[in-house]
């Protein structure tokens, strides 16, 4: 029992909503509250009829001001309970219940868990999470060795994996060999040369409509989208940071040439080396057997994995495995996963298990579908004609794996941790539903908790800007002075993004924008949390549904009238005030 009465004043008169012993604990969406609901007394929680709405005498405009308390409710509510709640004006509404954010999952698109009959999972970074920052700091010294072997000056082996430096979504320009942050229209919004940031008029110099064309991406810039991209960002910068300081390389108006002039490395060549030597890390180095003679410290395991496994299959849904790892990669990796006293092997928890899958070929022409020999690893000739638990296969593609499994598009929901190869076209092909794991999801939410009293004071400041200009129209000839107040906008804004990332700020958000990366996700990710492990506190008849999304103009119909009938603020659209992290170019 919370012991916290919520009374709902009218809001047109601007009164603070009052709840109970702290306004801020239960706007933060209070953890586990209906789970410290009182359950009925007589431990009868579905046919109450006593109402869970006390009606105030006193009657504003807009309706009749509802007094609610939340502990009258059981836990679940019962349907004659929820009744009453069905006129309320919904800024009079309790906070609608949300699990903690560490627990949650976050939701794009309509998905009934009821209508799912397949779930997918990819393995590397998904299934298997890598823990940070061992597994970049391990992959970049493999692939920095790789360079110096093909050719790069031996002082980059002096350079170390930063974590700090970089975030997820960046675009690397083959062009001028920078890395930009891009927004969710293509809008450049900060840009770095090596490790240094450029100013304002040089990133303008370089860039001079600050914009990036869709149709130069995948051509001139590379986008930089998932985690194993992590430590090739860094290098993008170090290798160029590395080579400017040479004394036997000179600055060219494309990259760098040797002092005779002999040899010239411009910056697309430095990424295709650059990229070459990741691939060749990966398929053909040491790093995934370097991993697997450590899997403690570069694997991250839990026993609820197997438990929301045998839930999924004991309510009569197939579990697939679809991985671009080999044979021999995945049965060790996810050997380690399930190795739990008690435990099953891993291949009893998946109905269909497939490896060198070749996402996202797979969804399209993709591949012959072959058994795999799980004792040699070598290929069955001829193709497969079925699937059958226990059996490890290779290649396919979807077409054929609808046939064989007798999945339907809209009853499969995939896990993965790749935008492009796991959620985008497996959504775009099949109409697969898609969840997306993001696991630097949490520490954005911490991020945002921490940053609160910027937020407020950012808020604050773009009232006063917006207020500068109240009465003002085109007969004004006088121009109010905004340039302080400007300034503040950014300085609160510098502040706001050393919170997330002192050099890129947000992963989701620049400034009022989404960033490329939140676009995508938003665009193609039906669902996303931090973990897929989050689904374990969801019923497997869980209706996940979208907030309400409002375009700029529709919130002029939920503006605060008198009738008091403005949606809860986490319902109304958002303003251009609500700023997130990224600040203006250093100057």
Not at 184 to 205: I, K, T
Not at 495 to 516: K, V, Y
Not at 520 to 538: G, H, K, M, P, V
């Given at each position: 029992?919370?012991?916290?009465?919520?009374?709902?004043?009218?809001?047109?008169?601007?009164?603070?909503?009052?709840?109970?012993?702290?306004?801020?604990?239960?706007?933060?969406?209070?953890?586990?509250?209906?789970?410290?609901?009182?359950?009925?007394?007589?431990?009868?929680?579905?046919?109450?009829?006593?109402?869970?709405?006390?009606?105030?005498?006193?009657?504003?405009?807009?309706?009749?001001?509802?007094?609610?308390?939340?502990?009258?409710?059981?836990?679940?509510?019962?349907?004659?309970?929820?009744?009453?709640?069905?006129?309320?004006?919904?800024?009079?509404?309790?906070?609608?219940?949300?699990?903690?954010?560490?627990?949650?999952?976050?939701?794009?698109?309509?998905?009934?868990?009821?209508?799912?009959?397949?779930?997918?999972?990819?393995?590397?970074?998904?299934?298997?999470?890598?823990?940070?920052?061992?597994?970049?700091?391990?992959?970049?010294?493999?692939?920095?060795?790789?360079?110096?072997?093909?050719?790069?000056?031996?002082?980059i082996a002096q350079r170390k994996y930063?974590?700090?430096?970089?975030?997820?979504?960046?675009?690397?320009?083959?062009?001028?060999?920078?890395?930009?942050?891009?927004?969710?229209?293509?809008?450049?919004?900060?840009?770095?040369?090596?490790?240094?940031?450029?100013?304002?008029?040089?990133?303008?110099?370089?860039?001079?409509?600050?914009?990036?064309?869709?149709?130069?991406?995948?051509?001139?810039?590379?986008?930089?989208?998932?985690?194993?991209?992590?430590?090739?960002?860094?290098?993008?910068?170090?290798?160029?940071?590395?080579?400017?300081?040479?004394?036997?390389?000179?600055?060219?108006?494309g990259g760098f040439a040797t002092a005779?002039?002999?040899?010239?490395?411009?910056?697309?060549?430095?990424?295709?080396?650059?990229?070459?030597?990741?691939?060749?890390?990966?398929?053909?180095?040491?790093?995934?057997?370097?991993?697997?003679?450590?899997?403690?410290?570069?694997?991250?395991?839990?026993?609820?994995?197997?438990?929301?496994?045998?839930?999924?299959?004991?309510?009569?849904?197939?579990?697939?495995?679809?991985?671009?790892?080999?044979?021999?990669?995945?049965?060790?990796?996810?050997?380690?996963?399930?190795?739990?006293?008690?435990?099953?092997?891993?291949?009893?928890?998946?109905?269909?298990?497939?490896?060198?899958?070749?996402?996202?070929?797979?969804?399209?022409?993709?591949?012959?579908?072959?058994?795999?020999?799980?004792?040699?690893?070598?290929?069955?000739?001829?193709?497969?004609?079925?699937?059958?638990?226990?059996?490890?296969?290779?290649?396919?593609?979807?077409?054929?794996?609808?046939?064989?499994?007798?999945?339907?598009?809209?009853?499969?929901?995939?896990?993965?941790?790749?935008?492009?190869?796991?959620?985008?076209?497996?959504?775009?092909?099949?109409?697969?539903?898609?969840?997306?794991?993001?696991?630097?999801?949490?520490?954005?939410?911490?991020?945002?908790?921490?940053?609160?009293?910027?937020?407020?004071?950012?808020?604050?400041?773009?009232?006063?800007?917006?207020?500068?200009y109240r009465g003002l129209d085109s007969?004004?000839?006088?121009?109010?002075?905004?340039?302080?107040?400007?300034?503040?906008?950014?300085?609160?804004?510098?502040?706001?993004?050393?919170?997330?990332?002192?050099?890129?700020?947000?992963?989701?958000?620049?400034?009022?924008?989404?960033?490329?990366?939140?676009?995508?996700?938003?665009?193609?990710?039906?669902?996303?949390?931090?973990?897929?492990?989050?689904?374990?506190?969801?019923?497997?008849?869980?209706?996940?549904?979208?907030?309400?999304?409002?375009?700029?103009?529709?919130?002029?119909?939920?503006?605060?009238?008198?009738?008091?009938?403005?949606?809860?603020?986490?319902?109304?659209?958002?303003?251009?005030?609500?700023?997130?992290?990224?600040?203006?170019?250093?100057?």
């Open positions: 029992d919370l012991g916290c009465e919520y009374t709902f004043y009218n809001m047109s008169n601007r009164d603070l909503i009052v709840t109970g012993e702290e306004e801020s604990q239960s706007r933060a969406s209070t953890p586990g509250l209906m789970d410290k609901r009182k359950r009925r007394p007589d431990g009868n929680d579905g046919n109450s009829t006593s109402p869970a709405v006390a009606v105030n005498s006193k009657r504003p405009r807009g309706g009749k001001l509802r007094q609610v308390s939340l502990n009258d409710l059981s836990c679940p509510p019962t349907q004659d309970e929820l009744a009453n709640f069905v006129d309320v004006p919904a800024v009079r509404l309790p906070r609608i219940y949300k699990r903690t954010p560490e627990k949650r999952v976050f939701v794009n698109r309509a998905v009934n868990l009821e209508d799912i009959k397949f779930f997918g999972f990819d393995m590397d970074y998904t299934l298997a999470n890598y823990k940070s920052p061992a597994y970049e700091e391990l992959a970049y010294e493999l692939i920095v060795e790789r360079l110096v072997e093909i050719g790069y000056p031996a002082e930063d974590p700090s430096f970089a975030i997820r979504g960046l675009f690397y320009d083959q062009t001028l060999g920078n890395l930009l942050k891009v927004d969710q229209f293509g809008n450049v919004l900060l840009v770095f040369h090596g490790r240094r940031a450029l100013s304002d008029a040089h990133a303008a110099e370089a860039y001079p409509n600050l914009f990036v064309h869709a149709d130069e991406i995948g051509r001139r810039y590379y986008v930089l989208n998932t985690l194993f991209n992590l430590p090739e960002t860094c290098l993008y910068a170090d290798v160029i940071d590395c080579l400017e300081q040479h004394p036997d390389f000179t600055c060219t108006d005779s002039g002999a040899i010239h490395l411009s910056y697309a060549s430095v990424y295709q080396d650059v990229r070459r030597s990741v691939d060749w890390v990966h398929q053909k180095g040491t790093l995934k057997s370097k991993t697997c003679e450590q899997l403690e410290k570069y694997v991250e395991r839990s026993e609820r994995l197997p438990t929301l496994l045998d839930r999924m299959r004991e309510r009569g849904c197939k579990v697939f495995l679809l991985t671009n790892s080999g044979s021999q990669y995945t049965e060790a990796i996810m050997t380690y996963l399930f190795d739990f006293p008690g435990r099953k092997p891993w291949q009893s928890y998946f109905d269909i298990a497939i490896v060198d899958a070749g996402k996202p070929n797979f969804f399209e022409e993709g591949s012959g579908l072959k058994e795999v020999n799980k004792a040699t690893g070598r290929l069955h000739i001829g193709t497969a004609s079925r699937f059958e638990q226990g059996k490890i296969y290779s290649g396919g593609n979807s077409t054929e794996f609808h046939r064989l499994s007798g999945a339907v598009g809209n009853s499969v929901l995939y896990i993965g941790d790749h935008i492009f190869g796991d959620v985008r076209k497996s959504k775009k092909q099949h109409a697969w539903k898609t969840f997306l794991q993001i696991p630097e999801l949490n520490r954005e939410v911490q991020c945002h908790r921490q940053s609160r009293e910027v937020h407020n004071h950012l808020a604050n400041l773009s009232f006063m800007l917006a207020e500068t007969q004004c000839q006088d121009k109010p002075d905004v340039a302080s107040l400007t300034k503040r906008i950014e300085a609160a804004e510098c502040r706001l993004n050393e919170t997330f990332n002192c050099n890129f700020g947000s992963l989701f958000r620049s400034g009022s924008n989404q960033t490329f990366f939140a676009m995508q996700t938003q665009r193609f990710a039906d669902l996303y949390a931090d973990s897929f492990l989050n689904l374990l506190e969801y019923p497997f008849f869980y209706d996940f549904r979208p907030s309400a999304g409002y375009l700029a103009h529709e919130s002029v119909s939920w503006e605060e009238e008198d009738d008091g009938s403005s949606p809860p603020p986490a319902q109304q659209p958002q303003a251009s005030a609500a700023r997130g992290g990224v600040p203006s170019r250093k100057k």
